[in-house]
């Protein structure tokens, strides 16, 4: 394994908050979210007890794909503000004990971005991969003087940026190696796009797509190669900074030079299997290719932690101390929490798992209430992938105060999502602050236990003691979990040598031998030393 200097000491104690800026709070109500917004709303953060938030790409973009189609690194896109204005809310996040990140797309442009302009009307320009005759499967007729085709990443306006082929194809003979002229430019825009924002304060970035750079890359080892130098080339520039990264294999990324991976609904040899198996009801944003499964988090009881349980032993093996696994609640291109079947009561126990785990939390914006996805929205900037997969719907307004709309204006043409007026199944956060007993309290309850208990941790050891229903595990050889999401109540033997002491619990009894757990319960326990 390389050797790598080691993450920041920051980073193990972390609880992230993914930010969608466009949906996140408007402060001057044109119906988008912006700098100022999130700035007015940091103090919901640290009452939260959030370390570290990442913003959704906030790039100068024509915003085909919600701003993962990048026309200019280094300036913020208009509608979010100005360059002061992300100043000022690195400045005030970072007084209130938070961390910022943004978003970085590695492995393609816009086809509005100059780089790719420029190389569509010159032959000898290779920052982008041509075909230079014909249109081979799966690239776009080039839209300048060039001859020939160019290959995308994702969307047709998302021209891939070249960093080689893993290896040579006498059919494709423009095939370049890594380390021809075109990769390695490349690579150094990498590092001077990531040293200008680190440079401004920024505490490192969430790598879009990290696994996409060199194309036919058998094991991805070259693209591993690539983030590796770029590792090496972060600890001695900026060694505070981290990378998180859109892979989806942490035992992969996380030994090739990131700091932390997340498991997600696609990637890695499983496909996305492990995060799945536990939220994925078959509602919301699903993938026709995927197989049918029953997730764990579900009042059908049909499930099993033990894809998950088996895929993080797995990554955690292979990434040993050299870094960390992420689970999140959810994200932009995945189903919230709330979603299809699964309903607010089911929140609790998802949450006391996600928190308790050995994992490092990633919250997405909103789940903390319990917003709920919202099926059947019109395509916003590339949202809608599929029949079944609309990212739109985990994309709404954050649902702030109570009153139709509030923090988001309804009136202009241009506003992406239309606010939601709040009900049962749309709660606000002024709603739940003011609820001693609501999801948003008990979250920050958790939370905060996560944080004065460093074996709830993300370092401390896990024994998992029953993987079904109840799940049930101990936290450095102290702290019992016993979580049941499904609707009946179930038990399992518990040989109790020591007295289990409520930390934080629903509807879960300990003793007598004996572990029993109603519906929808969870417990975190202390059982003394």
Not at 267 to 278: E, F, I
Not at 337 to 343: F, Y
Not at 432 to 456: C, E
Request: include cysteine.
């Amino acid at each position: 394994m390389t050797s790598f200097r080691p993450a920041p000491a920051w980073l193990a104690d972390a609880v992230f908050y993914q930010i969608y800026p466009q949906s996140f709070a408007d402060s001057d109500g044109d119906g988008i979210g912006d700098f100022n917004g999130i700035v007015q709303r940091l103090d919901h953060l640290v009452w939260l007890g959030v370390t570290a938030v990442w913003l959704n790409p906030c790039f100068v973009s024509p915003f085909r794909d919600a701003g993962y189609d990048v026309s200019d690194y280094l300036n913020v896109a208009p509608r979010y503000g100005s360059a002061d204005d992300l100043a000022e809310l690195v400045d005030e996040a970072g007084r209130r004990g938070i961390r910022v990140l943004l978003d970085l797309v590695a492995g393609h442009t816009s086809d509005e971005h100059p780089w790719f302009t420029a190389s569509a009307n010159d032959p000898d320009d290779h920052r982008y991969i041509w075909a230079p005759e014909g249109r081979p499967d799966g690239f776009v007729t080039s839209p300048g003087t060039r001859p020939g085709a160019y290959l995308p990443n994702f969307f047709d306006t998302q021209p891939a940026l070249n960093f080689g082929y893993g290896r040579k194809n006498p059919a494709e003979p423009w095939r370049q190696p890594v380390d021809a002229a075109g990769p390695r430019a490349n690579r150094e825009a990498l590092r001077t796009i990531m040293d200008h924002w680190l440079g401004l304060g920024l505490a490192g970035f969430r790598v879009d797509m990290a696994a996409s750079l060199v194309k036919d890359d058998p094991g991805r080892t070259e693209t591993a190669r690539i983030w590796t130098e770029l590792r090496h080339w972060l600890d001695t520039a900026h060694p505070d900074a981290v990378l998180l990264s859109e892979w989806g294999e942490p035992e992969v990324s996380v030994p090739a030079g990131f700091h932390t991976d997340f498991f997600l609904q696609f990637g890695g040899a499983t496909d996305g299997l492990p995060l799945r198996s536990l939220w994925s009801n078959g509602d919301g944003t699903v993938n026709e290719a995927w197989d049918p499964l029953d997730c764990f988090f579900d009042a059908s009881g049909k499930g099993s932690p033990r894809p998950f349980v088996e895929a993080w032993r797995k990554a955690s093996d292979a990434v040993g101390a050299t870094g960390f696994v992420s689970l999140p609640t959810a994200n932009h291109d995945f189903s919230r929490l709330n979603c299809g079947p699964r309903t607010a009561e089911q929140l609790p126990a998802a949450f006391a798992f996600q928190l308790t785990w050995p994992t490092l939390p990633a919250i997405y914006y909103g789940d903390e209430i319990g917003m709920r996805y919202v099926g059947g929205l019109p395509d916003k900037e590339g949202s809608v992938l599929g029949p079944r997969y609309n990212r739109a719907g985990s994309r709404t307004p954050m649902q702030w105060d109570d009153g139709p709309g509030a923090g988001f204006s309804t009136a202009p043409a241009d506003r992406l999502y239309l606010p939601l007026d709040p009900s049962p199944d749309r709660p606000t956060v002024a709603a739940q602050r003011a609820d001693d007993g609501s999801l948003l309290h008990l979250v920050r309850r958790l939370v905060a236990l996560r944080a004065s208990t460093p074996a709830l941790g993300s370092g401390g050891s896990v024994e998992v003691l029953h993987t079904g229903y109840p799940f049930v595990y101990v936290r450095g050889g102290r702290y019992l979990v016993v979580v049941n999401p499904q609707r009946n109540e179930v038990r399992c033997p518990y040989d109790a040598t020591r007295e289990a002491r409520a930390l934080e619990a629903s509807g879960v009894r300990v003793g007598n031998g004996t572990i029993e757990a109603e519906g929808f319960s969870y417990g975190v326990f202390d059982l003394g030393r």
